[in-house]
């Protein structure tokens, strides 16, 4: 079975702290975002692959759940997963825990990969669509994690 990628601990900075005495909201994307960035280096994508290759990733869509405040000087880890990934598109699952093991906050979202000179959605070349099936094949989440696929509304009678 397949295993989360486990990020490095991330504290809670006093900048991101809000007038509610509480981590502000964007910042829970940010933590997301290094997470992303901490293993975007095993598939191959970031700065390198951006600067040497002229591909990129840009995210077409994002789903934060929040669960459990964080505070300042909380220290956290994201665990993150790929669902789902095909030529141009992959999925992922993430999820903010506490060094305690409680779980803060679930994020998912929809990647692009893209050509630079256009900017235009385009395949991944072969060695980085490997990277990221062997990626899938480590981190690839064994069922659809609960919160995933989430909507947003108002239920109306």
């Known amino acids: ?8 601990v991330m504290e809670v900075r ?11 909201m964007a910042y829970y994307n ?15 994508f970031g700065a390198d692959y951006a600067r040497t290759r002229g ?8 789903h934060v759940c929040y669960v ?10 994201v665990q993150s997963w790929l669902l789902d990934h095909d030529e141009k598109r992959f999925h992922t699952y993430q999820e ?3 060094v305690d093991g409680w779980l803060s906050a679930t994020g998912e979202a929809m990647g692009l990969h893209v050509d630079m000179s256009g900017p235009k ?8 669509a490997l990277r990221l099936a062997d ?23």
């Open 30 to 44: 940010v933590l997301f975002d290094k997470a992303a960035d901490e293993f975007y280096d095993l598939i191959g």
């Open 96 to 98: 903010i825990h506490h």
């Open 55 to 62: 591909f990129t990733t840009y995210t077409a869509e994002f």
């Open 1 to 8: 079975m397949s295993e989360p990628f486990v990020s490095s």
């Open 121 to 128: 959605v385009a395949p991944m070349p072969e060695d980085i």
């Open 135 to 157: 990626f899938a094949a480590k981190h690839g989440h064994p069922d659809r994690p609960e919160r995933a696929g989430r909507s947003i509304g108002i239920a109306r009678k």
């Open 68 to 77: 459990r405040e964080l505070h300042l000087g909380d220290k956290v880890r």
């Open 14 to 24: 006093p900048d991101w702290i809000d007038y509610n005495g509480h981590m502000n």
